[in-house]
């Protein structure tokens, strides 16, 4: 891999990722390099999503990578419940390893930590500093002030096999 790119994107989560399949493709003759410390892309993470959320062209980006599909959710409190209809969907991590990783190739460098970025260059820690248009630097919020890092909401979702005896068909 050369030392000057195009794009650099640090961190190879959902941000990085997404990123990344994006600009590949909207610029196919553009360079892109995507650095992850780890060994895989999403870490062990499940995102959700509303399909009515977003917009038809970036429901066609995350199709490939969807694990699962609700078309309708119930939402239950101790003393309310409402069912909310319309697509809801689930991406896990292996999925959108998967997929970021099939479309970007050996763009994707694993293992790989950085030690000093700027908006031009990214050093790595053996100490070799790639050359790049635009570095972006998708390695999350962990350094920002704690109320900008507290909104966030959690799911929890089973999924059932039931065999055919059960009343549930």
Same mark, same amino acid.
């Given at each position: 891999?050369?030392n %000057?790119?195009?794009?650099? !994107?640090v ?6 990722? +997404? ?6 493709? *909207?610029?196919?003759? $553009?360079? #892109?390099?995507? #650095?992850e *410390? %780890?060994?895989? +892309?999403g870490g062990?993470? @499940?995102w959700?999503f509303?399909e009515?959320? #977003?917009s038809?062209?970036?429901l066609e !980006?995350l199709?490939?990578m !969807?694990?699962?599909t609700w078309?309708?959710? @119930?939402?239950?409190f101790?003393? +309310?419940e ?5 697509? /809801?969907h689930?991406?896990?991590s292996?999925d959108?390893h998967?997929v970021v990783?099939?479309e +970007?190739?050996?763009?994707? $460098?694993f293992q790989?930590? =950085?030690?000093?970025?700027?908006d031009? %260059?990214?050093? &790595?820690e053996?100490?070799k @500093? #790639?050359e790049?248009?635009c570095?972006?630097?998708a $390695?999350? &919020?962990?350094?920002?002030? %704690?109320?900008l890092?507290?909104?966030f *909401?959690?799911?929890i979702?089973?999924d /059932? =096999?039931l065999d055919?005896s059960?009343p549930?068909?």
């Amino acid at each position: 891999m050369s030392n %000057s790119t195009d794009l650099v !994107i640090v961190g190879g989560g959902l941000a990085g990722g +997404l990123t990344a399949l994006i600009f590949k493709a *909207q610029n196919p003759d $553009r360079k #892109i390099t995507l #650095i992850e *410390q %780890s060994n895989r +892309l999403g870490g062990t993470h @499940t995102w959700t999503f509303f399909e009515a959320d #977003i917009s038809p062209e970036a429901l066609e !980006i995350l199709k490939p990578m !969807i694990s699962k599909t609700w078309t309708e959710t @119930t939402v239950r409190f101790p003393r +309310l419940e409402r069912n909310l209809e319309g697509a /809801f969907h689930m991406i896990r991590s292996e999925d959108f390893h998967r997929v970021v990783s099939e479309e +970007l190739g050996k763009a994707v $460098r694993f293992q790989t930590a =950085v030690t000093k970025l700027s908006d031009d %260059s990214v050093t &790595l820690e053996k100490g070799k @500093t #790639i050359e790049a248009t635009c570095v972006f630097d998708a $390695r999350g &919020l962990d350094d920002l002030p %704690s109320p900008l890092t507290n909104g966030f *909401q959690k799911y929890i979702g089973y999924d /059932f =096999v039931l065999d055919d005896s059960t009343p549930h068909g």
